[in-house]
C-alpha cells in the first residue's frame, strides 16, 4: 500500500465521489478526491437543489392568487430575478462550503483542478501526478444540446440559473422532466413559456395516463406546448431576441432558449480512451456488478455508468463501492422499484411499473384510479386536478406500480415506495386507514377497478 500517495483517488465531487471518498477514509483508506468545477456536483449546483428552489419561487404567483379567496387582501406582488437568483447563489454557496468541510473532516485531500488518468494508477491534476492503488471515476453526466443554425445563442441548465435578466418570452427545448420542470418554473414566474418537444406527447417512459394528466394540467397554467415541433434554426435579432425556426416553417419570438434535451456521459479529457476502458456506445463507462471497469484497479460509479441519473442512485452506488473494497464481497443494489418525483406544477410522484410496463411484461393488470379537485381549490376555485394511480397483478393481488400527479407527490410516494419495496397487496392498502382530510388517504380508499 505505501508505493502509491493513495488508497483511492476519486474523480468528481458529486453525490456519489464525495460519498464514496468519505466512506472509504472513514473505513481507514488514504483517500483524495479532484473536482474541477461544482464542489457537490450537478444536483447541489445546477440541478435538484436550485431547480426545486425555483420551483418553489414559480409556485407563489397562484398562491397569492388563491389567498383572496381565503380572506387575505391581495395587493399585488412583485418578482424580482435578481433577488431569486442572488438568494439561490448564496445557498448553493452554502451548501458548496458544507460539502467541502465534510471531505475535510473525513481526512479526505481535495485537490482542485480537472484530473485525467495518465495510467492505471496514475492521476495527473495541474500538471502533478498522484498514484493510488484505486482509481474512481465518479465524474457524472453533462447537458447535452444538438448541433443546429443559431446553437451558440441557447443556453442549457447550467447557464439558466445565473441569467442576468430574467426573459419575458422563453422557449424550452426536450421533452424529459428537466424540460417539464423548467417550463412550468418559467410560466409560473410570469414568462411566456414555450416547449418544444420532436415527439406526439413529452414524459416518455413514465405512465401514459400521467404523461396525458400532465400535459393537461400544464396547458391550464399558461405553459404553450408544441408537441411534434422540431427546431431548425435560431437566429438573433437586431433587438437581441431570438427568432426560433422550426422545421415546418413556423416561428417563435423569444427572449431566450433552454435546451434540455438530454445528458451524457462526462468523460471527454479523462484519458479512458488512452487506456482502452470500455465504454458503451452512448459514452458510458462499462462496470460490472463491483463498479469495476475492464482495468482492473479503475472504478466507476453513478451518472456516468448509465445508471437512473439519480442522486439517491449514485449514494447508494458509493455505499456498495466502498464496502466491497473493504470485504471484497459484492453488496448488489436492487435498481427495481426507485421511486421518483417529476417537480413540475403540479409534481409527478412514481414508483413500480407504468401501466403499459406492467402489461408488456405479460402481468394480468387491474387499475384504480382517482380524478378529483384538490381540497384547497374547492375554496380557491382554481381548474388544478389531481390524479392517482394504482397498478396490480391480479395474479397475486401485489400492487405493482403507484402513480400520482398533484401537491407534493414526491412527499406522498416516498413513502408507498416502502410499502411496494416490502410487497403490499391490494388488500393491504384496502386494510389501511386513511389520514383524513388528506389527499394521500385516496390510495387507500380506491375499491372500484377502472381497467
Known amino acids: 500500500m505505501a508505493e502509491f500517495d493513495f488508497d483511492l483517488f476519486v474523480i468528481g465531487a458529486g453525490s456519489g465521489g464525495v460519498r464514496a471518498a468519505r466512506m472509504a477514509a472513514v473505513a481507514g483508506m488514504r483517500v483524495a478526491v479532484a473536482e474541477d468545477r461544482y464542489m457537490g456536483g450537478t444536483c447541489v449546483n445546477v440541478g435538484c437543489v436550485p431547480k426545486k428552489l425555483f420551483v418553489y419561487a414559480s409556485s407563489y404567483s397562484e398562491a397569492f392568487e388563491d389567498a383572496a379567496a381565503y380572506g387575505w387582501q391581495n395587493r399585488g406582488a412583485d418578482f424580482n430575478w435578481q433577488t431569486l437568483r442572488e438568494n439561490n447563489a448564496s445557498e448553493v454557496g452554502r451548501l458548496n462550503g458544507i460539502y467541502r468541510n465534510l471531505l475535510a473532516n473525513s481526512g479526505v485531500s481535495v485537490v482542485d483542478g480537472r484530473a485525467s488518468i495518465e495510467d492505471p494508477h496514475g492521476v495527473v491534476v495541474n500538471g502533478r501526478r498522484y498514484s493510488a492503488e484505486r482509481i474512481l471515476v465518479a465524474t457524472g453526466s453533462w447537458p447535452f444540446i444538438p448541433d443546429f443554425p443559431g446553437r451558440e445563442y441557447v443556453m442549457s441548465s ?202 408488456d411484461s405479460g402481468i394480468p393488470v387491474v387499475v384504480y384510479k382517482s380524478d378529483f379537485r384538490p381540497m384547497r381549490h374547492t375554496v380557491s376555485g382554481r381548474d388544478e386536478r389531481t390524479l392517482m394511480k394504482l397498478v396490480v397483478d391480479s395474479s397475486n393481488d401485489k400492487v405493482v406500480g403507484v402513480h400520482m400527479v398533484g401537491p407534493d407527490a414526491g412527499e406522498i410516494i416516498q413513502g408507498l415506495a416502502v410499502a411496494i419495496k416490502a410487497g403490499a397487496t391490494k388488500q393491504v392498502f384496502d386494510q389501511t386507514i386513511g389520514i383524513h382530510p388528506t389527499a394521500a388517504e385516496e390510495f387507500v380508499t380506491m375499491r372500484t377497478p377502472v381497467a
Not at 414524459?203 to 396525458?212: P, V
Not at 400544464?218 to 427568432?243: C, T, W, Y
Open 158 to 359: 447550467n447557464e439558466v440559473f445565473s441569467m442576468e435578466e430574467f426573459p419575458r418570452r422563453i422557449l424550452v427545448v426536450g421533452g424529459g422532466y428537466i424540460a417539464v420542470e423548467f417550463a412550468g418554473i418559467f410560466a409560473g414566474l410570469g414568462a411566456e413559456t414555450h416547449l418544444s418537444y420532436r415527439r406526439q406527447l413529452f414524459l416518455r417512459g413514465f405512465d401514459r395516463d400521467i404523461r396525458n394528466f400532465v400535459r393537461d394540467e400544464m396547458a391550464k397554467k399558461g405553459a404553450q406546448l408544441h408537441f411534434d415541433h422540431r427546431i431548425a434554426a435560431v437566429e438573433k435579432l437586431g433587438d437581441g431576441s431570438l427568432l426560433v425556426r422550426a422545421d415546418d416553417g413556423s416561428t417563435i419570438a423569444v427572449d431566450a432558449v433552454l435546451y434540455a434535451t438530454g445528458r451524457v456521459a462526462n468523460t471527454s479529457g479523462l484519458g479512458l480512451d488512452k487506456l482502452g476502458v470500455v465504454l458503451h456506445r452512448d459514452g458510458t463507462i462499462s462496470v460490472d456488478d463491483n463498479f469495476r471497469t475492464n482495468v482492473r484497479s479503475i472504478y466507476a460509479l453513478g451518472d456516468v455508468t448509465g445508471e437512473p441519473q439519480l442522486t439517491p442512485v449514485a449514494l447508494a452506488e458509493a455505499m456498495a463501492l466502498v464496502k466491497h473494497l473493504q470485504t471484497g464481497n459484492l453488496t448488489e443494489i436492487d435498481y427495481n422499484n426507485i421511486p421518483t418525483a417529476v417537480f413540475c406544477q403540479p409534481n409527478i410522484g412514481t414508483v413500480g411499473l407504468s401501466e403499459e410496463e406492467a402489461r
